[in-house]
């Protein structure tokens, strides 16, 4: 419940979500700094090449014009202003290579730099995903005979255009720890598909075929799409494959052959079969959507997340909460507080809060500039609530780059 006993409308203690998005917004802010430094010692050092190959070039054509202009010379001089204008030429150009050799260690520099602050804003939304669901989070799974055993991950989609993979270990005693077959999961599961018959005179025709004895090859489910591969074992590969979309009141499911050279549209009894068959199989592993663990892949929008700047993905993830913690300080009922409660049992309620000092002081770490991101969260200018603790962190003003950055 919200602060003033309102009922609140996620079902997760959201106070611990804001606490450790503040803390990842951080890190992400914190990887665009160095990011954003990098690039400006790697501009500078390119505006000093530019400007310093242009001076030497202006510098040699003057020596060049001002041998010149001194006419038609005798033999022995016109060999020492050849040598002049030689020399001149030669220092310019081993200065320009020494300072191609600096640009190039601070392009070589601000990569690794770079490389590894995507690196650590990474891991920063991996904790965060693996262990908060986060407002309008969809979660899918993936199931993948391997050996003996299943291996599982877990898909989480977000409304800001974030989609995220982990990695997902399936408990000991798990049904999906061994192989299983069709009537395993759902009995009496039959298509029709066509089939090469007749001894003499050859020709397709519809025929049924029950999946009972076939295992599970592979079975996925993300949002309304899903994929389900069976097989007569994991070395004899795939027999059936089965292409799902759930969007609709009645499923659509498109089938697939071995060679993958025929794709049909299954009728609406078969395909309301199938559709069973990974229902059921999605609620035997809803247990696992907890179990994710470990990041392995991460777009935004489609792209690769390492190729995104770190303040695009935390001004999209400050944007999914924005409103509810707004909407949970209003209700709060203590100033500079956000506060949710719990009913434990007859006439006793938990309450958990977060002061609005305490994330102030996480993000008052960044430099100014890096700040705004959290302004739609409206945590500045609320009065200081006496629960807040001491402040422990220095601000950036306190603190130099060289705290913050990593050195290069």
Known sequence: MYGDSA???LGVDFVATIRALVKCGVSLMNAQHAIDCARARVTEAEEHMHGL?????????????????????????????????????????????HAQVGLDATLVRADRTMGEARK??????????AHHDLPGATAGFRLFAKEETYGAEVVIGLPCGLRATFEATLPEGHAWRALRRVRDVAEGVVVTLPREVGWLRKRVEPVMVR?????????????????????????SGIAHAFDLDLSAAAPRVKWRNAEDTTVIDLGAQDAAGIARLLRSIAQSTRDVLGARRVMTEATLEGRPLGECDPADTC????GLVAADVREIARR????????????????????????????????????????????????????????????????YEEISACEILPQA
């Open 7 to 9: 009922p609140f409308p």
């Open 53 to 97: 190959s242009a001076d030497l070039r202006a510098m040699t054509d003057a020596v060049d014009a001002a041998l010149a202009a001194r006419g038609p010379l005798k033999l022995h001089v016109r060999e020492v202003a050849n040598r002049i204008g030689t020399m001149a030429r030669s220092a310019a150009a081993a200065e320009v290579r």
């Open 120 to 129: 650590s804003a990474a891991v920063a939304c991996g904790e965060l995903l």
């Open 211 to 235: 999946l009972d004895s076939l295992i599970v090859l592979g079975a996925s489910l993300e949002g309304s799409r899903g994929a389900l591969l069976l097989g007569k074992s994991e070395r």
């Open 315 to 318: 001004a999209r993830i400050v």
């Open 332 to 395: 709060a009922g203590a100033p500079g507080e956000l506060v949710l409660r719990r009913n434990v049992d007859s006439g006793h309620r938990d309450e958990v809060f977060v002061t609005a000092a305490e994330l102030l002081e996480q993000i008052e770490t960044l430099p100014p500039s890096l700040r705004r991101v959290f302004g739609p969260l409206e945590l500045t200018g609320r009065p200081r609530s006496p629960r807040a603790p001491a402040r422990s962190l220095a601000t």
